[in-house]
T-cell receptor, first 112, second 113 residues
Framework: DVKVTQSSRYLVKRTGEKVFLECVQD?????MFWYRQDPGLGLRLIYF???????EKGDIPEGYSVSREKKERFSLILESASTNQTSMYLC???????????FGPGTRLTVT | QQPVQSPQAVILREGEDAVINCSSS?????VHWYRQKHGEAPVFLMI?????EQKGHEKISASFNEKKQQSSLYLTASQLSYSGTYFC??????????????FGKGTHLIIQP
């Protein structure tokens, strides 16, 4: 079975802190994605990557950056966390748009 | 722009049927359907591709009208396990390159015994 893991299920950070969210997949997938999920808004794409060191902005990239140094690992970085970044963050991976995305369990981030 | 899902919520009795719709304002290459239970990650249900190809679970059926940029998910003889929030995700372009999905806001489905 495809497995996508995220480094933390729950995280509490202070405003202004630098935050790293890590995602690892074990199926050699080319594509990896970061979404945030908020009540009533569904899942919104932050960034995605289609190859090592390659990245593309999604629908809501402001305030975020990403890093993909190895194929299996995709990191989401909040350079200076703000309270409006309190959310559930979901990582996903896939072979391509012709194939399904596999989601990790999510990280619930609270910024105080 | 997010695709529009309808209805926003639906309550059914076990054994009843439901249809969930997804409509986009842009030309689509693919439509994905996922179900998410409370506190869990979204789980894949179905992919519909431009040109008619479909991939998904046997007990799930869906349609994709490319001209209207619309897709519908059909849940027949619903079971209690079908409860959850259903999301459609859409992708435009030609499908040849990488792209992310744009998800709708979700449809909440509650199945009562």
């Amino acid at each position: 079975d495809v497995k996508v893991t995220q480094s933390s299920r729950y995280l509490v950070k202070r405003t202004g802190e630098k935050v790293f969210l890590e995602c690892v997949q074990d199926m050699d997938h080319e594509n990896m994605f970061w979404y945030r999920q908020d009540p009533g808004l569904g899942l919104r794409l932050i960034y995605f990557s289609y190859d090592v060191k390659m990245k593309e902005k999604g629908d809501i990239p402001e305030g975020y950056s990403v890093s993909r140094e190895k194929k299996e690992r995709f990191s989401l970085i909040l350079e200076s966390a703000s309270t409006n970044q309190t959310s559930m963050y979901l990582c996903a991976s896939s072979l391509s748009l012709r194939w399904e995305q596999y989601f990790g369990p999510g990280t619930r981030l609270t910024v105080t | 722009q997010q695709p529009v899902q309808s209805p926003q919520a639906v309550i059914l009795r076990e054994g009843e049927d439901a249809v969930i719709n997804c409509s986009s304002s842009k030309a689509l290459y693919s439509v994905h359907w996922y179900r998410q239970k409370h506190g869990e990650a979204p789980v894949f249900l179905m992919i519909l591709l431009k040109g008619g190809e479909q991939k998904g679970h046997e007990k799930i059926s869906a349609s994709f009208n490319e001209k209207k940029q619309q897709s519908s998910l059909y849940l027949t003889a619903s079971q209690l396990s079908y409860s959850g929030t259903y999301f459609c995700g859409t992708a435009g372009g030609s499908g040849g390159g990488a792209d992310g999905l744009t998800f709708g806001k979700g449809t909440h489905l509650i199945i009562q015994p």
